[in-house]
């Protein structure tokens, strides 16, 4: 009997240690609980942002990584909803091939500028693009270089791939939707009667709905080889243009008198890199040019035959401007060495 109470205070010791372990643990449970809640509660605008910034990039890395004859399509500015869509279908971007250039940077290597960048885009990726389509690349025409090149953080971890590709970007950077693939493509810079490009400064810029001021007009199209089996020389190109742009921009415009209201008949002429790569589609357009021929003059409204006369430079219907077509006139700049919103072409820069 004398040692039963010593049991029950050990008995009633240990029931309160059990106690106290169960309450830890139940404490314990609570507290990882109670973390579990804020870690599964709403974030932060900062982390969807960071989140949603590296679902772009991944995205976008994966798209442009498609192999060559992928085309790809996207209506974000930063490319954020790009994907993969028949090259049947509109599209702004045709894979032609990767251009690796660590033989040239290596691991510790700066990354180049964007001059830099433009250089080796016209190498390597021109290289490409030129193996991958059956004819020459018009260095005129509407086909120009694309490449998805590695930003900062990608070329700090030793990412040193070019995903280079094919596009158009009209005069004023804006990329041009394709419907077909790049093999098939004529690559004669022009536009469909009817267009109207944007006055940029005193220069061409985008097509623009022909109410708003614009530096041209679309009145048609016409082929060289209707007339010439053989590339013609730009004063050859200049009479047989001279007189089909006529009688064009008379049908066209219901044979208004151009001069009159302000006007000139122009076109564009072909260089022989432009002819050798099929390229012989020209375009015959109105628009108007400076007192001091320094550039072109804004226009408003559609020449078109039943539409409103269209303003001249002075805000007024009719002018003062020569009917003649403007010798030698041509608003192409050489193709190439590019990088678009978002690959990127011409002078633009996206990195990604």
């Known amino acids: 009997m004398s040692d039963q109470p010593v049991r029950l205070r050990s ?3 240990a029931l309160r240690t059990r106690a106290l372990m169960v309450g830890l643990f139940l404490g314990a449970l609570l507290a990882l609980s109670v973390t579990w809640v804020f870690a599964l509660g709403p974030e932060s605008e900062q982390v969807k942002a960071e989140r949603e910034a590296q679902r772009i990039v991944a995205a976008r890395e994966q798209a442009f990584r498609s192999p060559p004859g992928s085309c790809l399509t996207w209506t974000k500015p930063d490319a954020s909803d790009v994907s993969k869509v028949s090259c049947e279908k509109e599209h702004l971007f045709e894979v032609v ?15 180049p500028n964007i001059d830099g960048w433009r250089k080796l885009t016209e190498e390597r990726c021109g290289t490409i693009a030129r193996d991958y389509l059956p004819k020459p690349l ?8 694309g490449v998805l090149r590695p930003d ?4 700090a ?14 005069p004023g950077g804006e990329m041009q939707k394709l419907d077909k693939p790049a093999a098939e493509i004529n690559q004669s810079n022009v536009w469909e009667a009817g267009t109207c490009l944007a006055l940029v400064g005193k220069t ?8 708003t001021k614009h530096s041209y007009e679309i009145v048609g199209l016409v082929d060289l080889r209707d007339e010439f089996d053989e590339y013609p020389p730009p004063d050859k190109q200049m009479t047989w243009l001279d007189t089909t742009c006529s009688k064009i921009a008379k049908e066209y415009t219901g044979d208004k008198d151009l001069a009159k209201e302000g006007l000139i008949l122009s076109w564009d002429v072909r260089e022989k890199e432009s002819w050798d790569a099929g390229s012989t589609l020209v375009n015959c357009k109105v628009g108007a040019v400076l007192d001091d021929d320094s550039g072109l003059a804004p226009v408003r409204g559609s020449v078109k035959k039943s539409e409103k006369p269209p303003e001249n430079k002075d805000g007024n219907t ?26 990127e072409s011409g002078t633009q820069d996206t990195g990604g």
């Open 157 to 170: 971890r030793g990412d040193r791939k070019l995903h280079c590709g094919l596009q158009w970007v009209g």
């Open 97 to 111: 091939g990767a251009a690796d250039i660590s033989d040239e940077y290596g691991p510790k290597a700066k990354a």
């Open 204 to 211: 061409v810029g985008d097509p623009i709905s022909c109410s």
């Open 152 to 155: 900062a953080e990608q070329w």
């Open 318 to 343: 009719g002018g003062e401007k020569s009917g003649e077509g403007k010798e030698g006139d041509t608003d192409q700049a050489p193709g190439g060495g590019g990088e678009s919103q978002p690959p």
């Open 138 to 145: 018009d260095p005129f025409g509407k086909l120009t270089l």
């Open 11 to 13: 008995t009633r010791a």
